[in-house]
């Protein structure tokens, strides 16, 4: 009994040294910079002055666009570190570093639980290998971009509700099997209501009802048994319903209108990128861990490039052996299809962007556990073990303080990153930026050059040039660039629409002679002619039209592009600008049928994201007096 209190003294301390240690090493990088993403969410946060009562609360909190559901719970814990923005980013990286520790003692809980149920083993054993996965995973440098990106807290959060929720299946499934009062409803809790918050967080947190299949056909492969029925039907009942869900709504998920690759495309391509994620987690000795993917080469056939065929047949013999074997290794088979499982919404069909390191946050967890529990299970090779999951910990620590130091240092960051993907468009262009705000004019502006003529298709380069020669800062002639062609040859990217808005925002200044009416609608119409365009960007860049169109004093140059801009966004706010327009030319019945259309689409919003019924209101009560018809 006393060495047994000695021994979880030792483990507390050790557990506690752990977190130490993780926020030793973190703490460097909580200095830096919000990076894109953290600006198009938090952002909202200034939308009407700031977070300062119920309303801007609701709308700030329900009225996020990331994900379907609007991720609530991540967008409220957003508030803890700010109510306006920009804010302070260590205040927000601080959050998002307590949030990884928190999620790593949860994982030592779910390893800790979860052992015994496979291998019925003792305290002391379950506890190192519990310390072991803890501290693999706190410390893998792969994290790091998810707990310094600040947005990612959305993944944080998703990971710590999933792993919490399987901890509490994990007793509900222990009390299932004894026979226990409760355990049934623990099951349920742990999967059905935890598992609510993690979608909540972010969508993928759906996938928790996959990893608990996963963890009962590992427990009971491991010990010869049937999976209990109502366990088994408790975890795979909504994962049944929510295949039928995509197959119905197929065509949904899989648009690729806005990507540059088919879905067969991404398959392929994935195909590789998994093996990459997987090579990271294992050794943490890879370089060119960023944010700047898009150099990533799309897998265009089996055979282009030929290492597609491969990385697919050694899918499959990966898979084929995990399920030959799982009774005899049930710990590979834990690892095997709990990485896979973690990835089968971010890296199958839908058409997000083909490279994310986040995507391995909670997914790791089962390739940690799997390969140390595997490679520990034999009493043999457990001292062999020790040595080697000591010196893996050990290079971690060292990878983790270096990548962690770069986060700290965003223009160091940025020279770091373009210089490790040279053919990533994304990290050029944000070189591009920095040496702008470093006021090294000359080099900026050559590289931008470089950027249009190395990526012909990338049209925002040109923006960008157009943008600064306005201020005066570049002197390049107008008529040259490819932007202000109306044709198919450009392709979207993602920082059209910042620059763009820049843009406008020069035009309406009036101190630009180069940002004519007439150069306005050229641009305009150049870039609405670009592929691979998202919806909400050409409604925008009609809604843009309208407004210069109005300037012109051309009304039907106003109503065709805002009748556009509908048919790419049924905005509300499109609507109300199309009643206003049509009041101003007199034609009020128009007028009426626009605003009834803003307000029936604002009601049809739940409470928390209506926001502008009493102002479409308002304007359909005048308009509908001008024509004498009276109150609604």
Request: net charge positive; aromatic share 14%.
């Amino acid at each position: 009994m006393f060495s047994g209190s000695i021994s979880k003294v030792y483990s507390s301390v050790v557990l506690v040294s752990l977190l130490m240690l993780t926020v030793f090493l973190y703490w460097p990088g909580l200095s830096g910079a919000f990076l894109v993403d953290d600006t198009n969410n938090l952002a909202a946060l200034n939308l009407r002055g700031g977070v300062t009562n119920w309303e801007t609360l609701s709308e700030f909190v329900f009225g996020n666009q990331s994900g379907r559901l609007g991720r609530p719970l991540s967008m409220l814990s957003f508030l803890i570190d700010d109510q306006y923005w920009p804010g302070s980013v260590e205040s927000y990286r601080y959050t998002n570093l307590m949030l990884h520790c928190l999620c790593g003692v949860l994982i030592f809980a779910f390893t800790r639980l979860f052992v015994p149920q496979v291998e019925g083993t003792g305290f002391r054993y379950r506890t190192e290998l519990s310390l072991f996965v803890m501290a693999l995973w706190l410390f893998s440098p792969l994290h790091v971009s998810t707990t310094f990106y600040v947005v990612q807290r959305m993944t944080q959060l998703s990971a710590i509700f999933c792993v919490a929720g399987l901890c509490v299946f994990l007793i509900g499934r222990k009390r299932v099997i004894a026979a226990e009062a409760g355990g049934h409803l623990w099951v349920l809790v742990g999967l059905y209501f935890f598992g609510l918050l993690a979608v909540l967080s972010k969508e993928n947190g759906a996938l928790i009802f996959c990893f608990a299949v996963i963890v009962e056909l590992t427990i009971t492969f491991s010990r010869n048994e049937k999976p209990n029925v109502f366990i088994l039907s408790a975890a795979a009942a909504p994962i049944l319903m929510g295949l039928g869900y995509y197959l119905i709504f197929l065509s949904n998920f899989s648009h690729t209108s806005y990507r540059d690759f088919s879905i067969y495309e991404r398959i392929l391509t994935e195909s590789r990128i998994l093996w990459d994620y997987l090579a990271k987690i294992v050794f943490p000795i890879s370089g060119k861990m960023s944010l700047d993917h898009d150099d990533i080469i799309v897998s265009k056939s089996l055979f282009e490039p030929i290492s597609t065929i491969f990385s697919i047949i050694a899918h499959f013999i990966l898979i084929a052996a995990a399920i030959v074997y799982r009774k005899r290794f049930a710990w590979i088979f834990l690892a095997v299809f709990g990485f896979y499982s973690g990835h089968l919404l971010e890296s199958t069909v839908i058409p997000l962007e083909l490279y994310y390191e986040h995507r391995n946050y909670f997914p790791s967890v089962f390739v940690f556990i799997g390969l140390i529990a595997f490679c520990s299970s034999s009493g043999e090779r457990r001292t062999k073990f020790r040595l080697g999951a000591i010196a893996l910990v050990g290079l971690s620590l060292f990878m983790l303080s270096s990548r962690a130091t770069l986060w700290g240092e965003p223009a160091l960051q940025t020279r770091v990153w373009a210089m490790e993907h040279p053919q990533s468009v994304r990290a050029q262009t944000n070189l591009a930026s920095l040496l702008m705000l470093e006021e090294k004019f000359s080099d900026a502006q050559e590289l931008l050059e470089e950027i249009r003529k190395k990526w012909p298709s990338q049209r925002h380069a040109d923006v960008i040039l157009l943008n600064y020669q306005c201020m005066g800062i570049f002197s390049v002639p107008v008529s040259g660039y490819d932007v202000l062609r109306s044709d198919s040859g450009g392709t979207y990217s993602g920082f059209l629409p910042s620059v763009t808005e820049i843009m406008m925002k020069l035009y309406r200044l009036n101190t630009c002679q180069e940002f004519s009416n007439r150069k306005m609608l050229q641009i305009l119409s150049g870039l609405y002619e670009l592929k691979y365009s998202k919806q909400k960007y050409n409604a925008a860049i009609q809604f843009w039209k309208s407004e210069v169109y109005a300037n012109m004093g051309d009304l039907d140059g106003v109503i065709s592009s805002l009748s556009l801009a509908i048919e790419h966004r049924k905005y509300s706010i499109y609507y109300y600008q199309k009643a206003v327009i049509f009041e101003s030319a007199s034609l009020y019945r128009e007028a009426i049928g626009a605003a009834e259309q803003a307000l029936r689409i604002e009601r049809s919003k739940s409470i928390a994201r209506s926001f502008d019924i009493e102002r479409y209101t308002v304007l359909l009560l005048r308009l509908k007096a001008k024509v004498g018809e009276g109150d609604l």
